[in-house]
């Protein structure tokens, strides 16, 4: 399982022009799920994401989480994290899971995220998402199980 989290400061979510989700602020995390991973892997990421420490402190430093400052998390399901370009250009997805089994373990991460205390929102599962953010720093973590 890998995640991109991006610290935000705004993030909405379209589909087919209707605006789906929306988060004031907080983390963007596009989450790509590979062939076999399982409840376990979303767990540990589901608790990576809730307490990674990426938001300023009254001295400035990175040292709270989402949940510190009260933030959400739009979390967007993202096979093309599992894209292959080691031969040729044009990506090969075999790594990523199938959409059948890659989707309730999206909803488990969403539900293990949300049982961690952080207010989660969510993308549309398959679908030509439209995604604008305004990312703030910039900071970007890149995580992987």
């Known amino acids: 399982m890998k995640a991109v989290a991006q610290r935000v400061k705004k993030t909405t979510l379209s ?6 989700s929306e988060i004031p602020f907080g983390l963007t995390v596009f989450l ?14 589901a608790k990576k994401i809730a307490n990674l420490r990426v938001f300023e402190d009254e001295n400035g430093k990175m040292n709270l989480s989402v949940k510190d400052v009260g933030g959400e998390v739009l979390l967007v399901s993202q096979f093309t994290l599992y894209g292959d370009t080691s031969h040729g250009n044009r ?7 199938r959409p059948e089994k890659a989707e309730p373990l999206y909803e488990y991460a969403v539900d293990a995220l949300r049982g961690h205390g952080v207010t989660v929102k969510k993308g549309v599962f398959g679908a030509d998402m439209k995604i604008e ?3 703030d720093g910039p900071v ?5 199980i």
Do not use: C, H, R, W
């Open 32 to 45: 790509g799920i590979k062939s076999g991973d399982t409840e376990k892997e979303a767990e540990y990421m």
């Open 133 to 135: 953010q305004y990312n």
């Open 15 to 20: 589909v087919d022009g209707t605006l789906i």
């Open 140 to 144: 970007t973590i890149l995580l992987e």
């Open 91 to 97: 990506p090969s997805f075999t790594l990523a899971e």
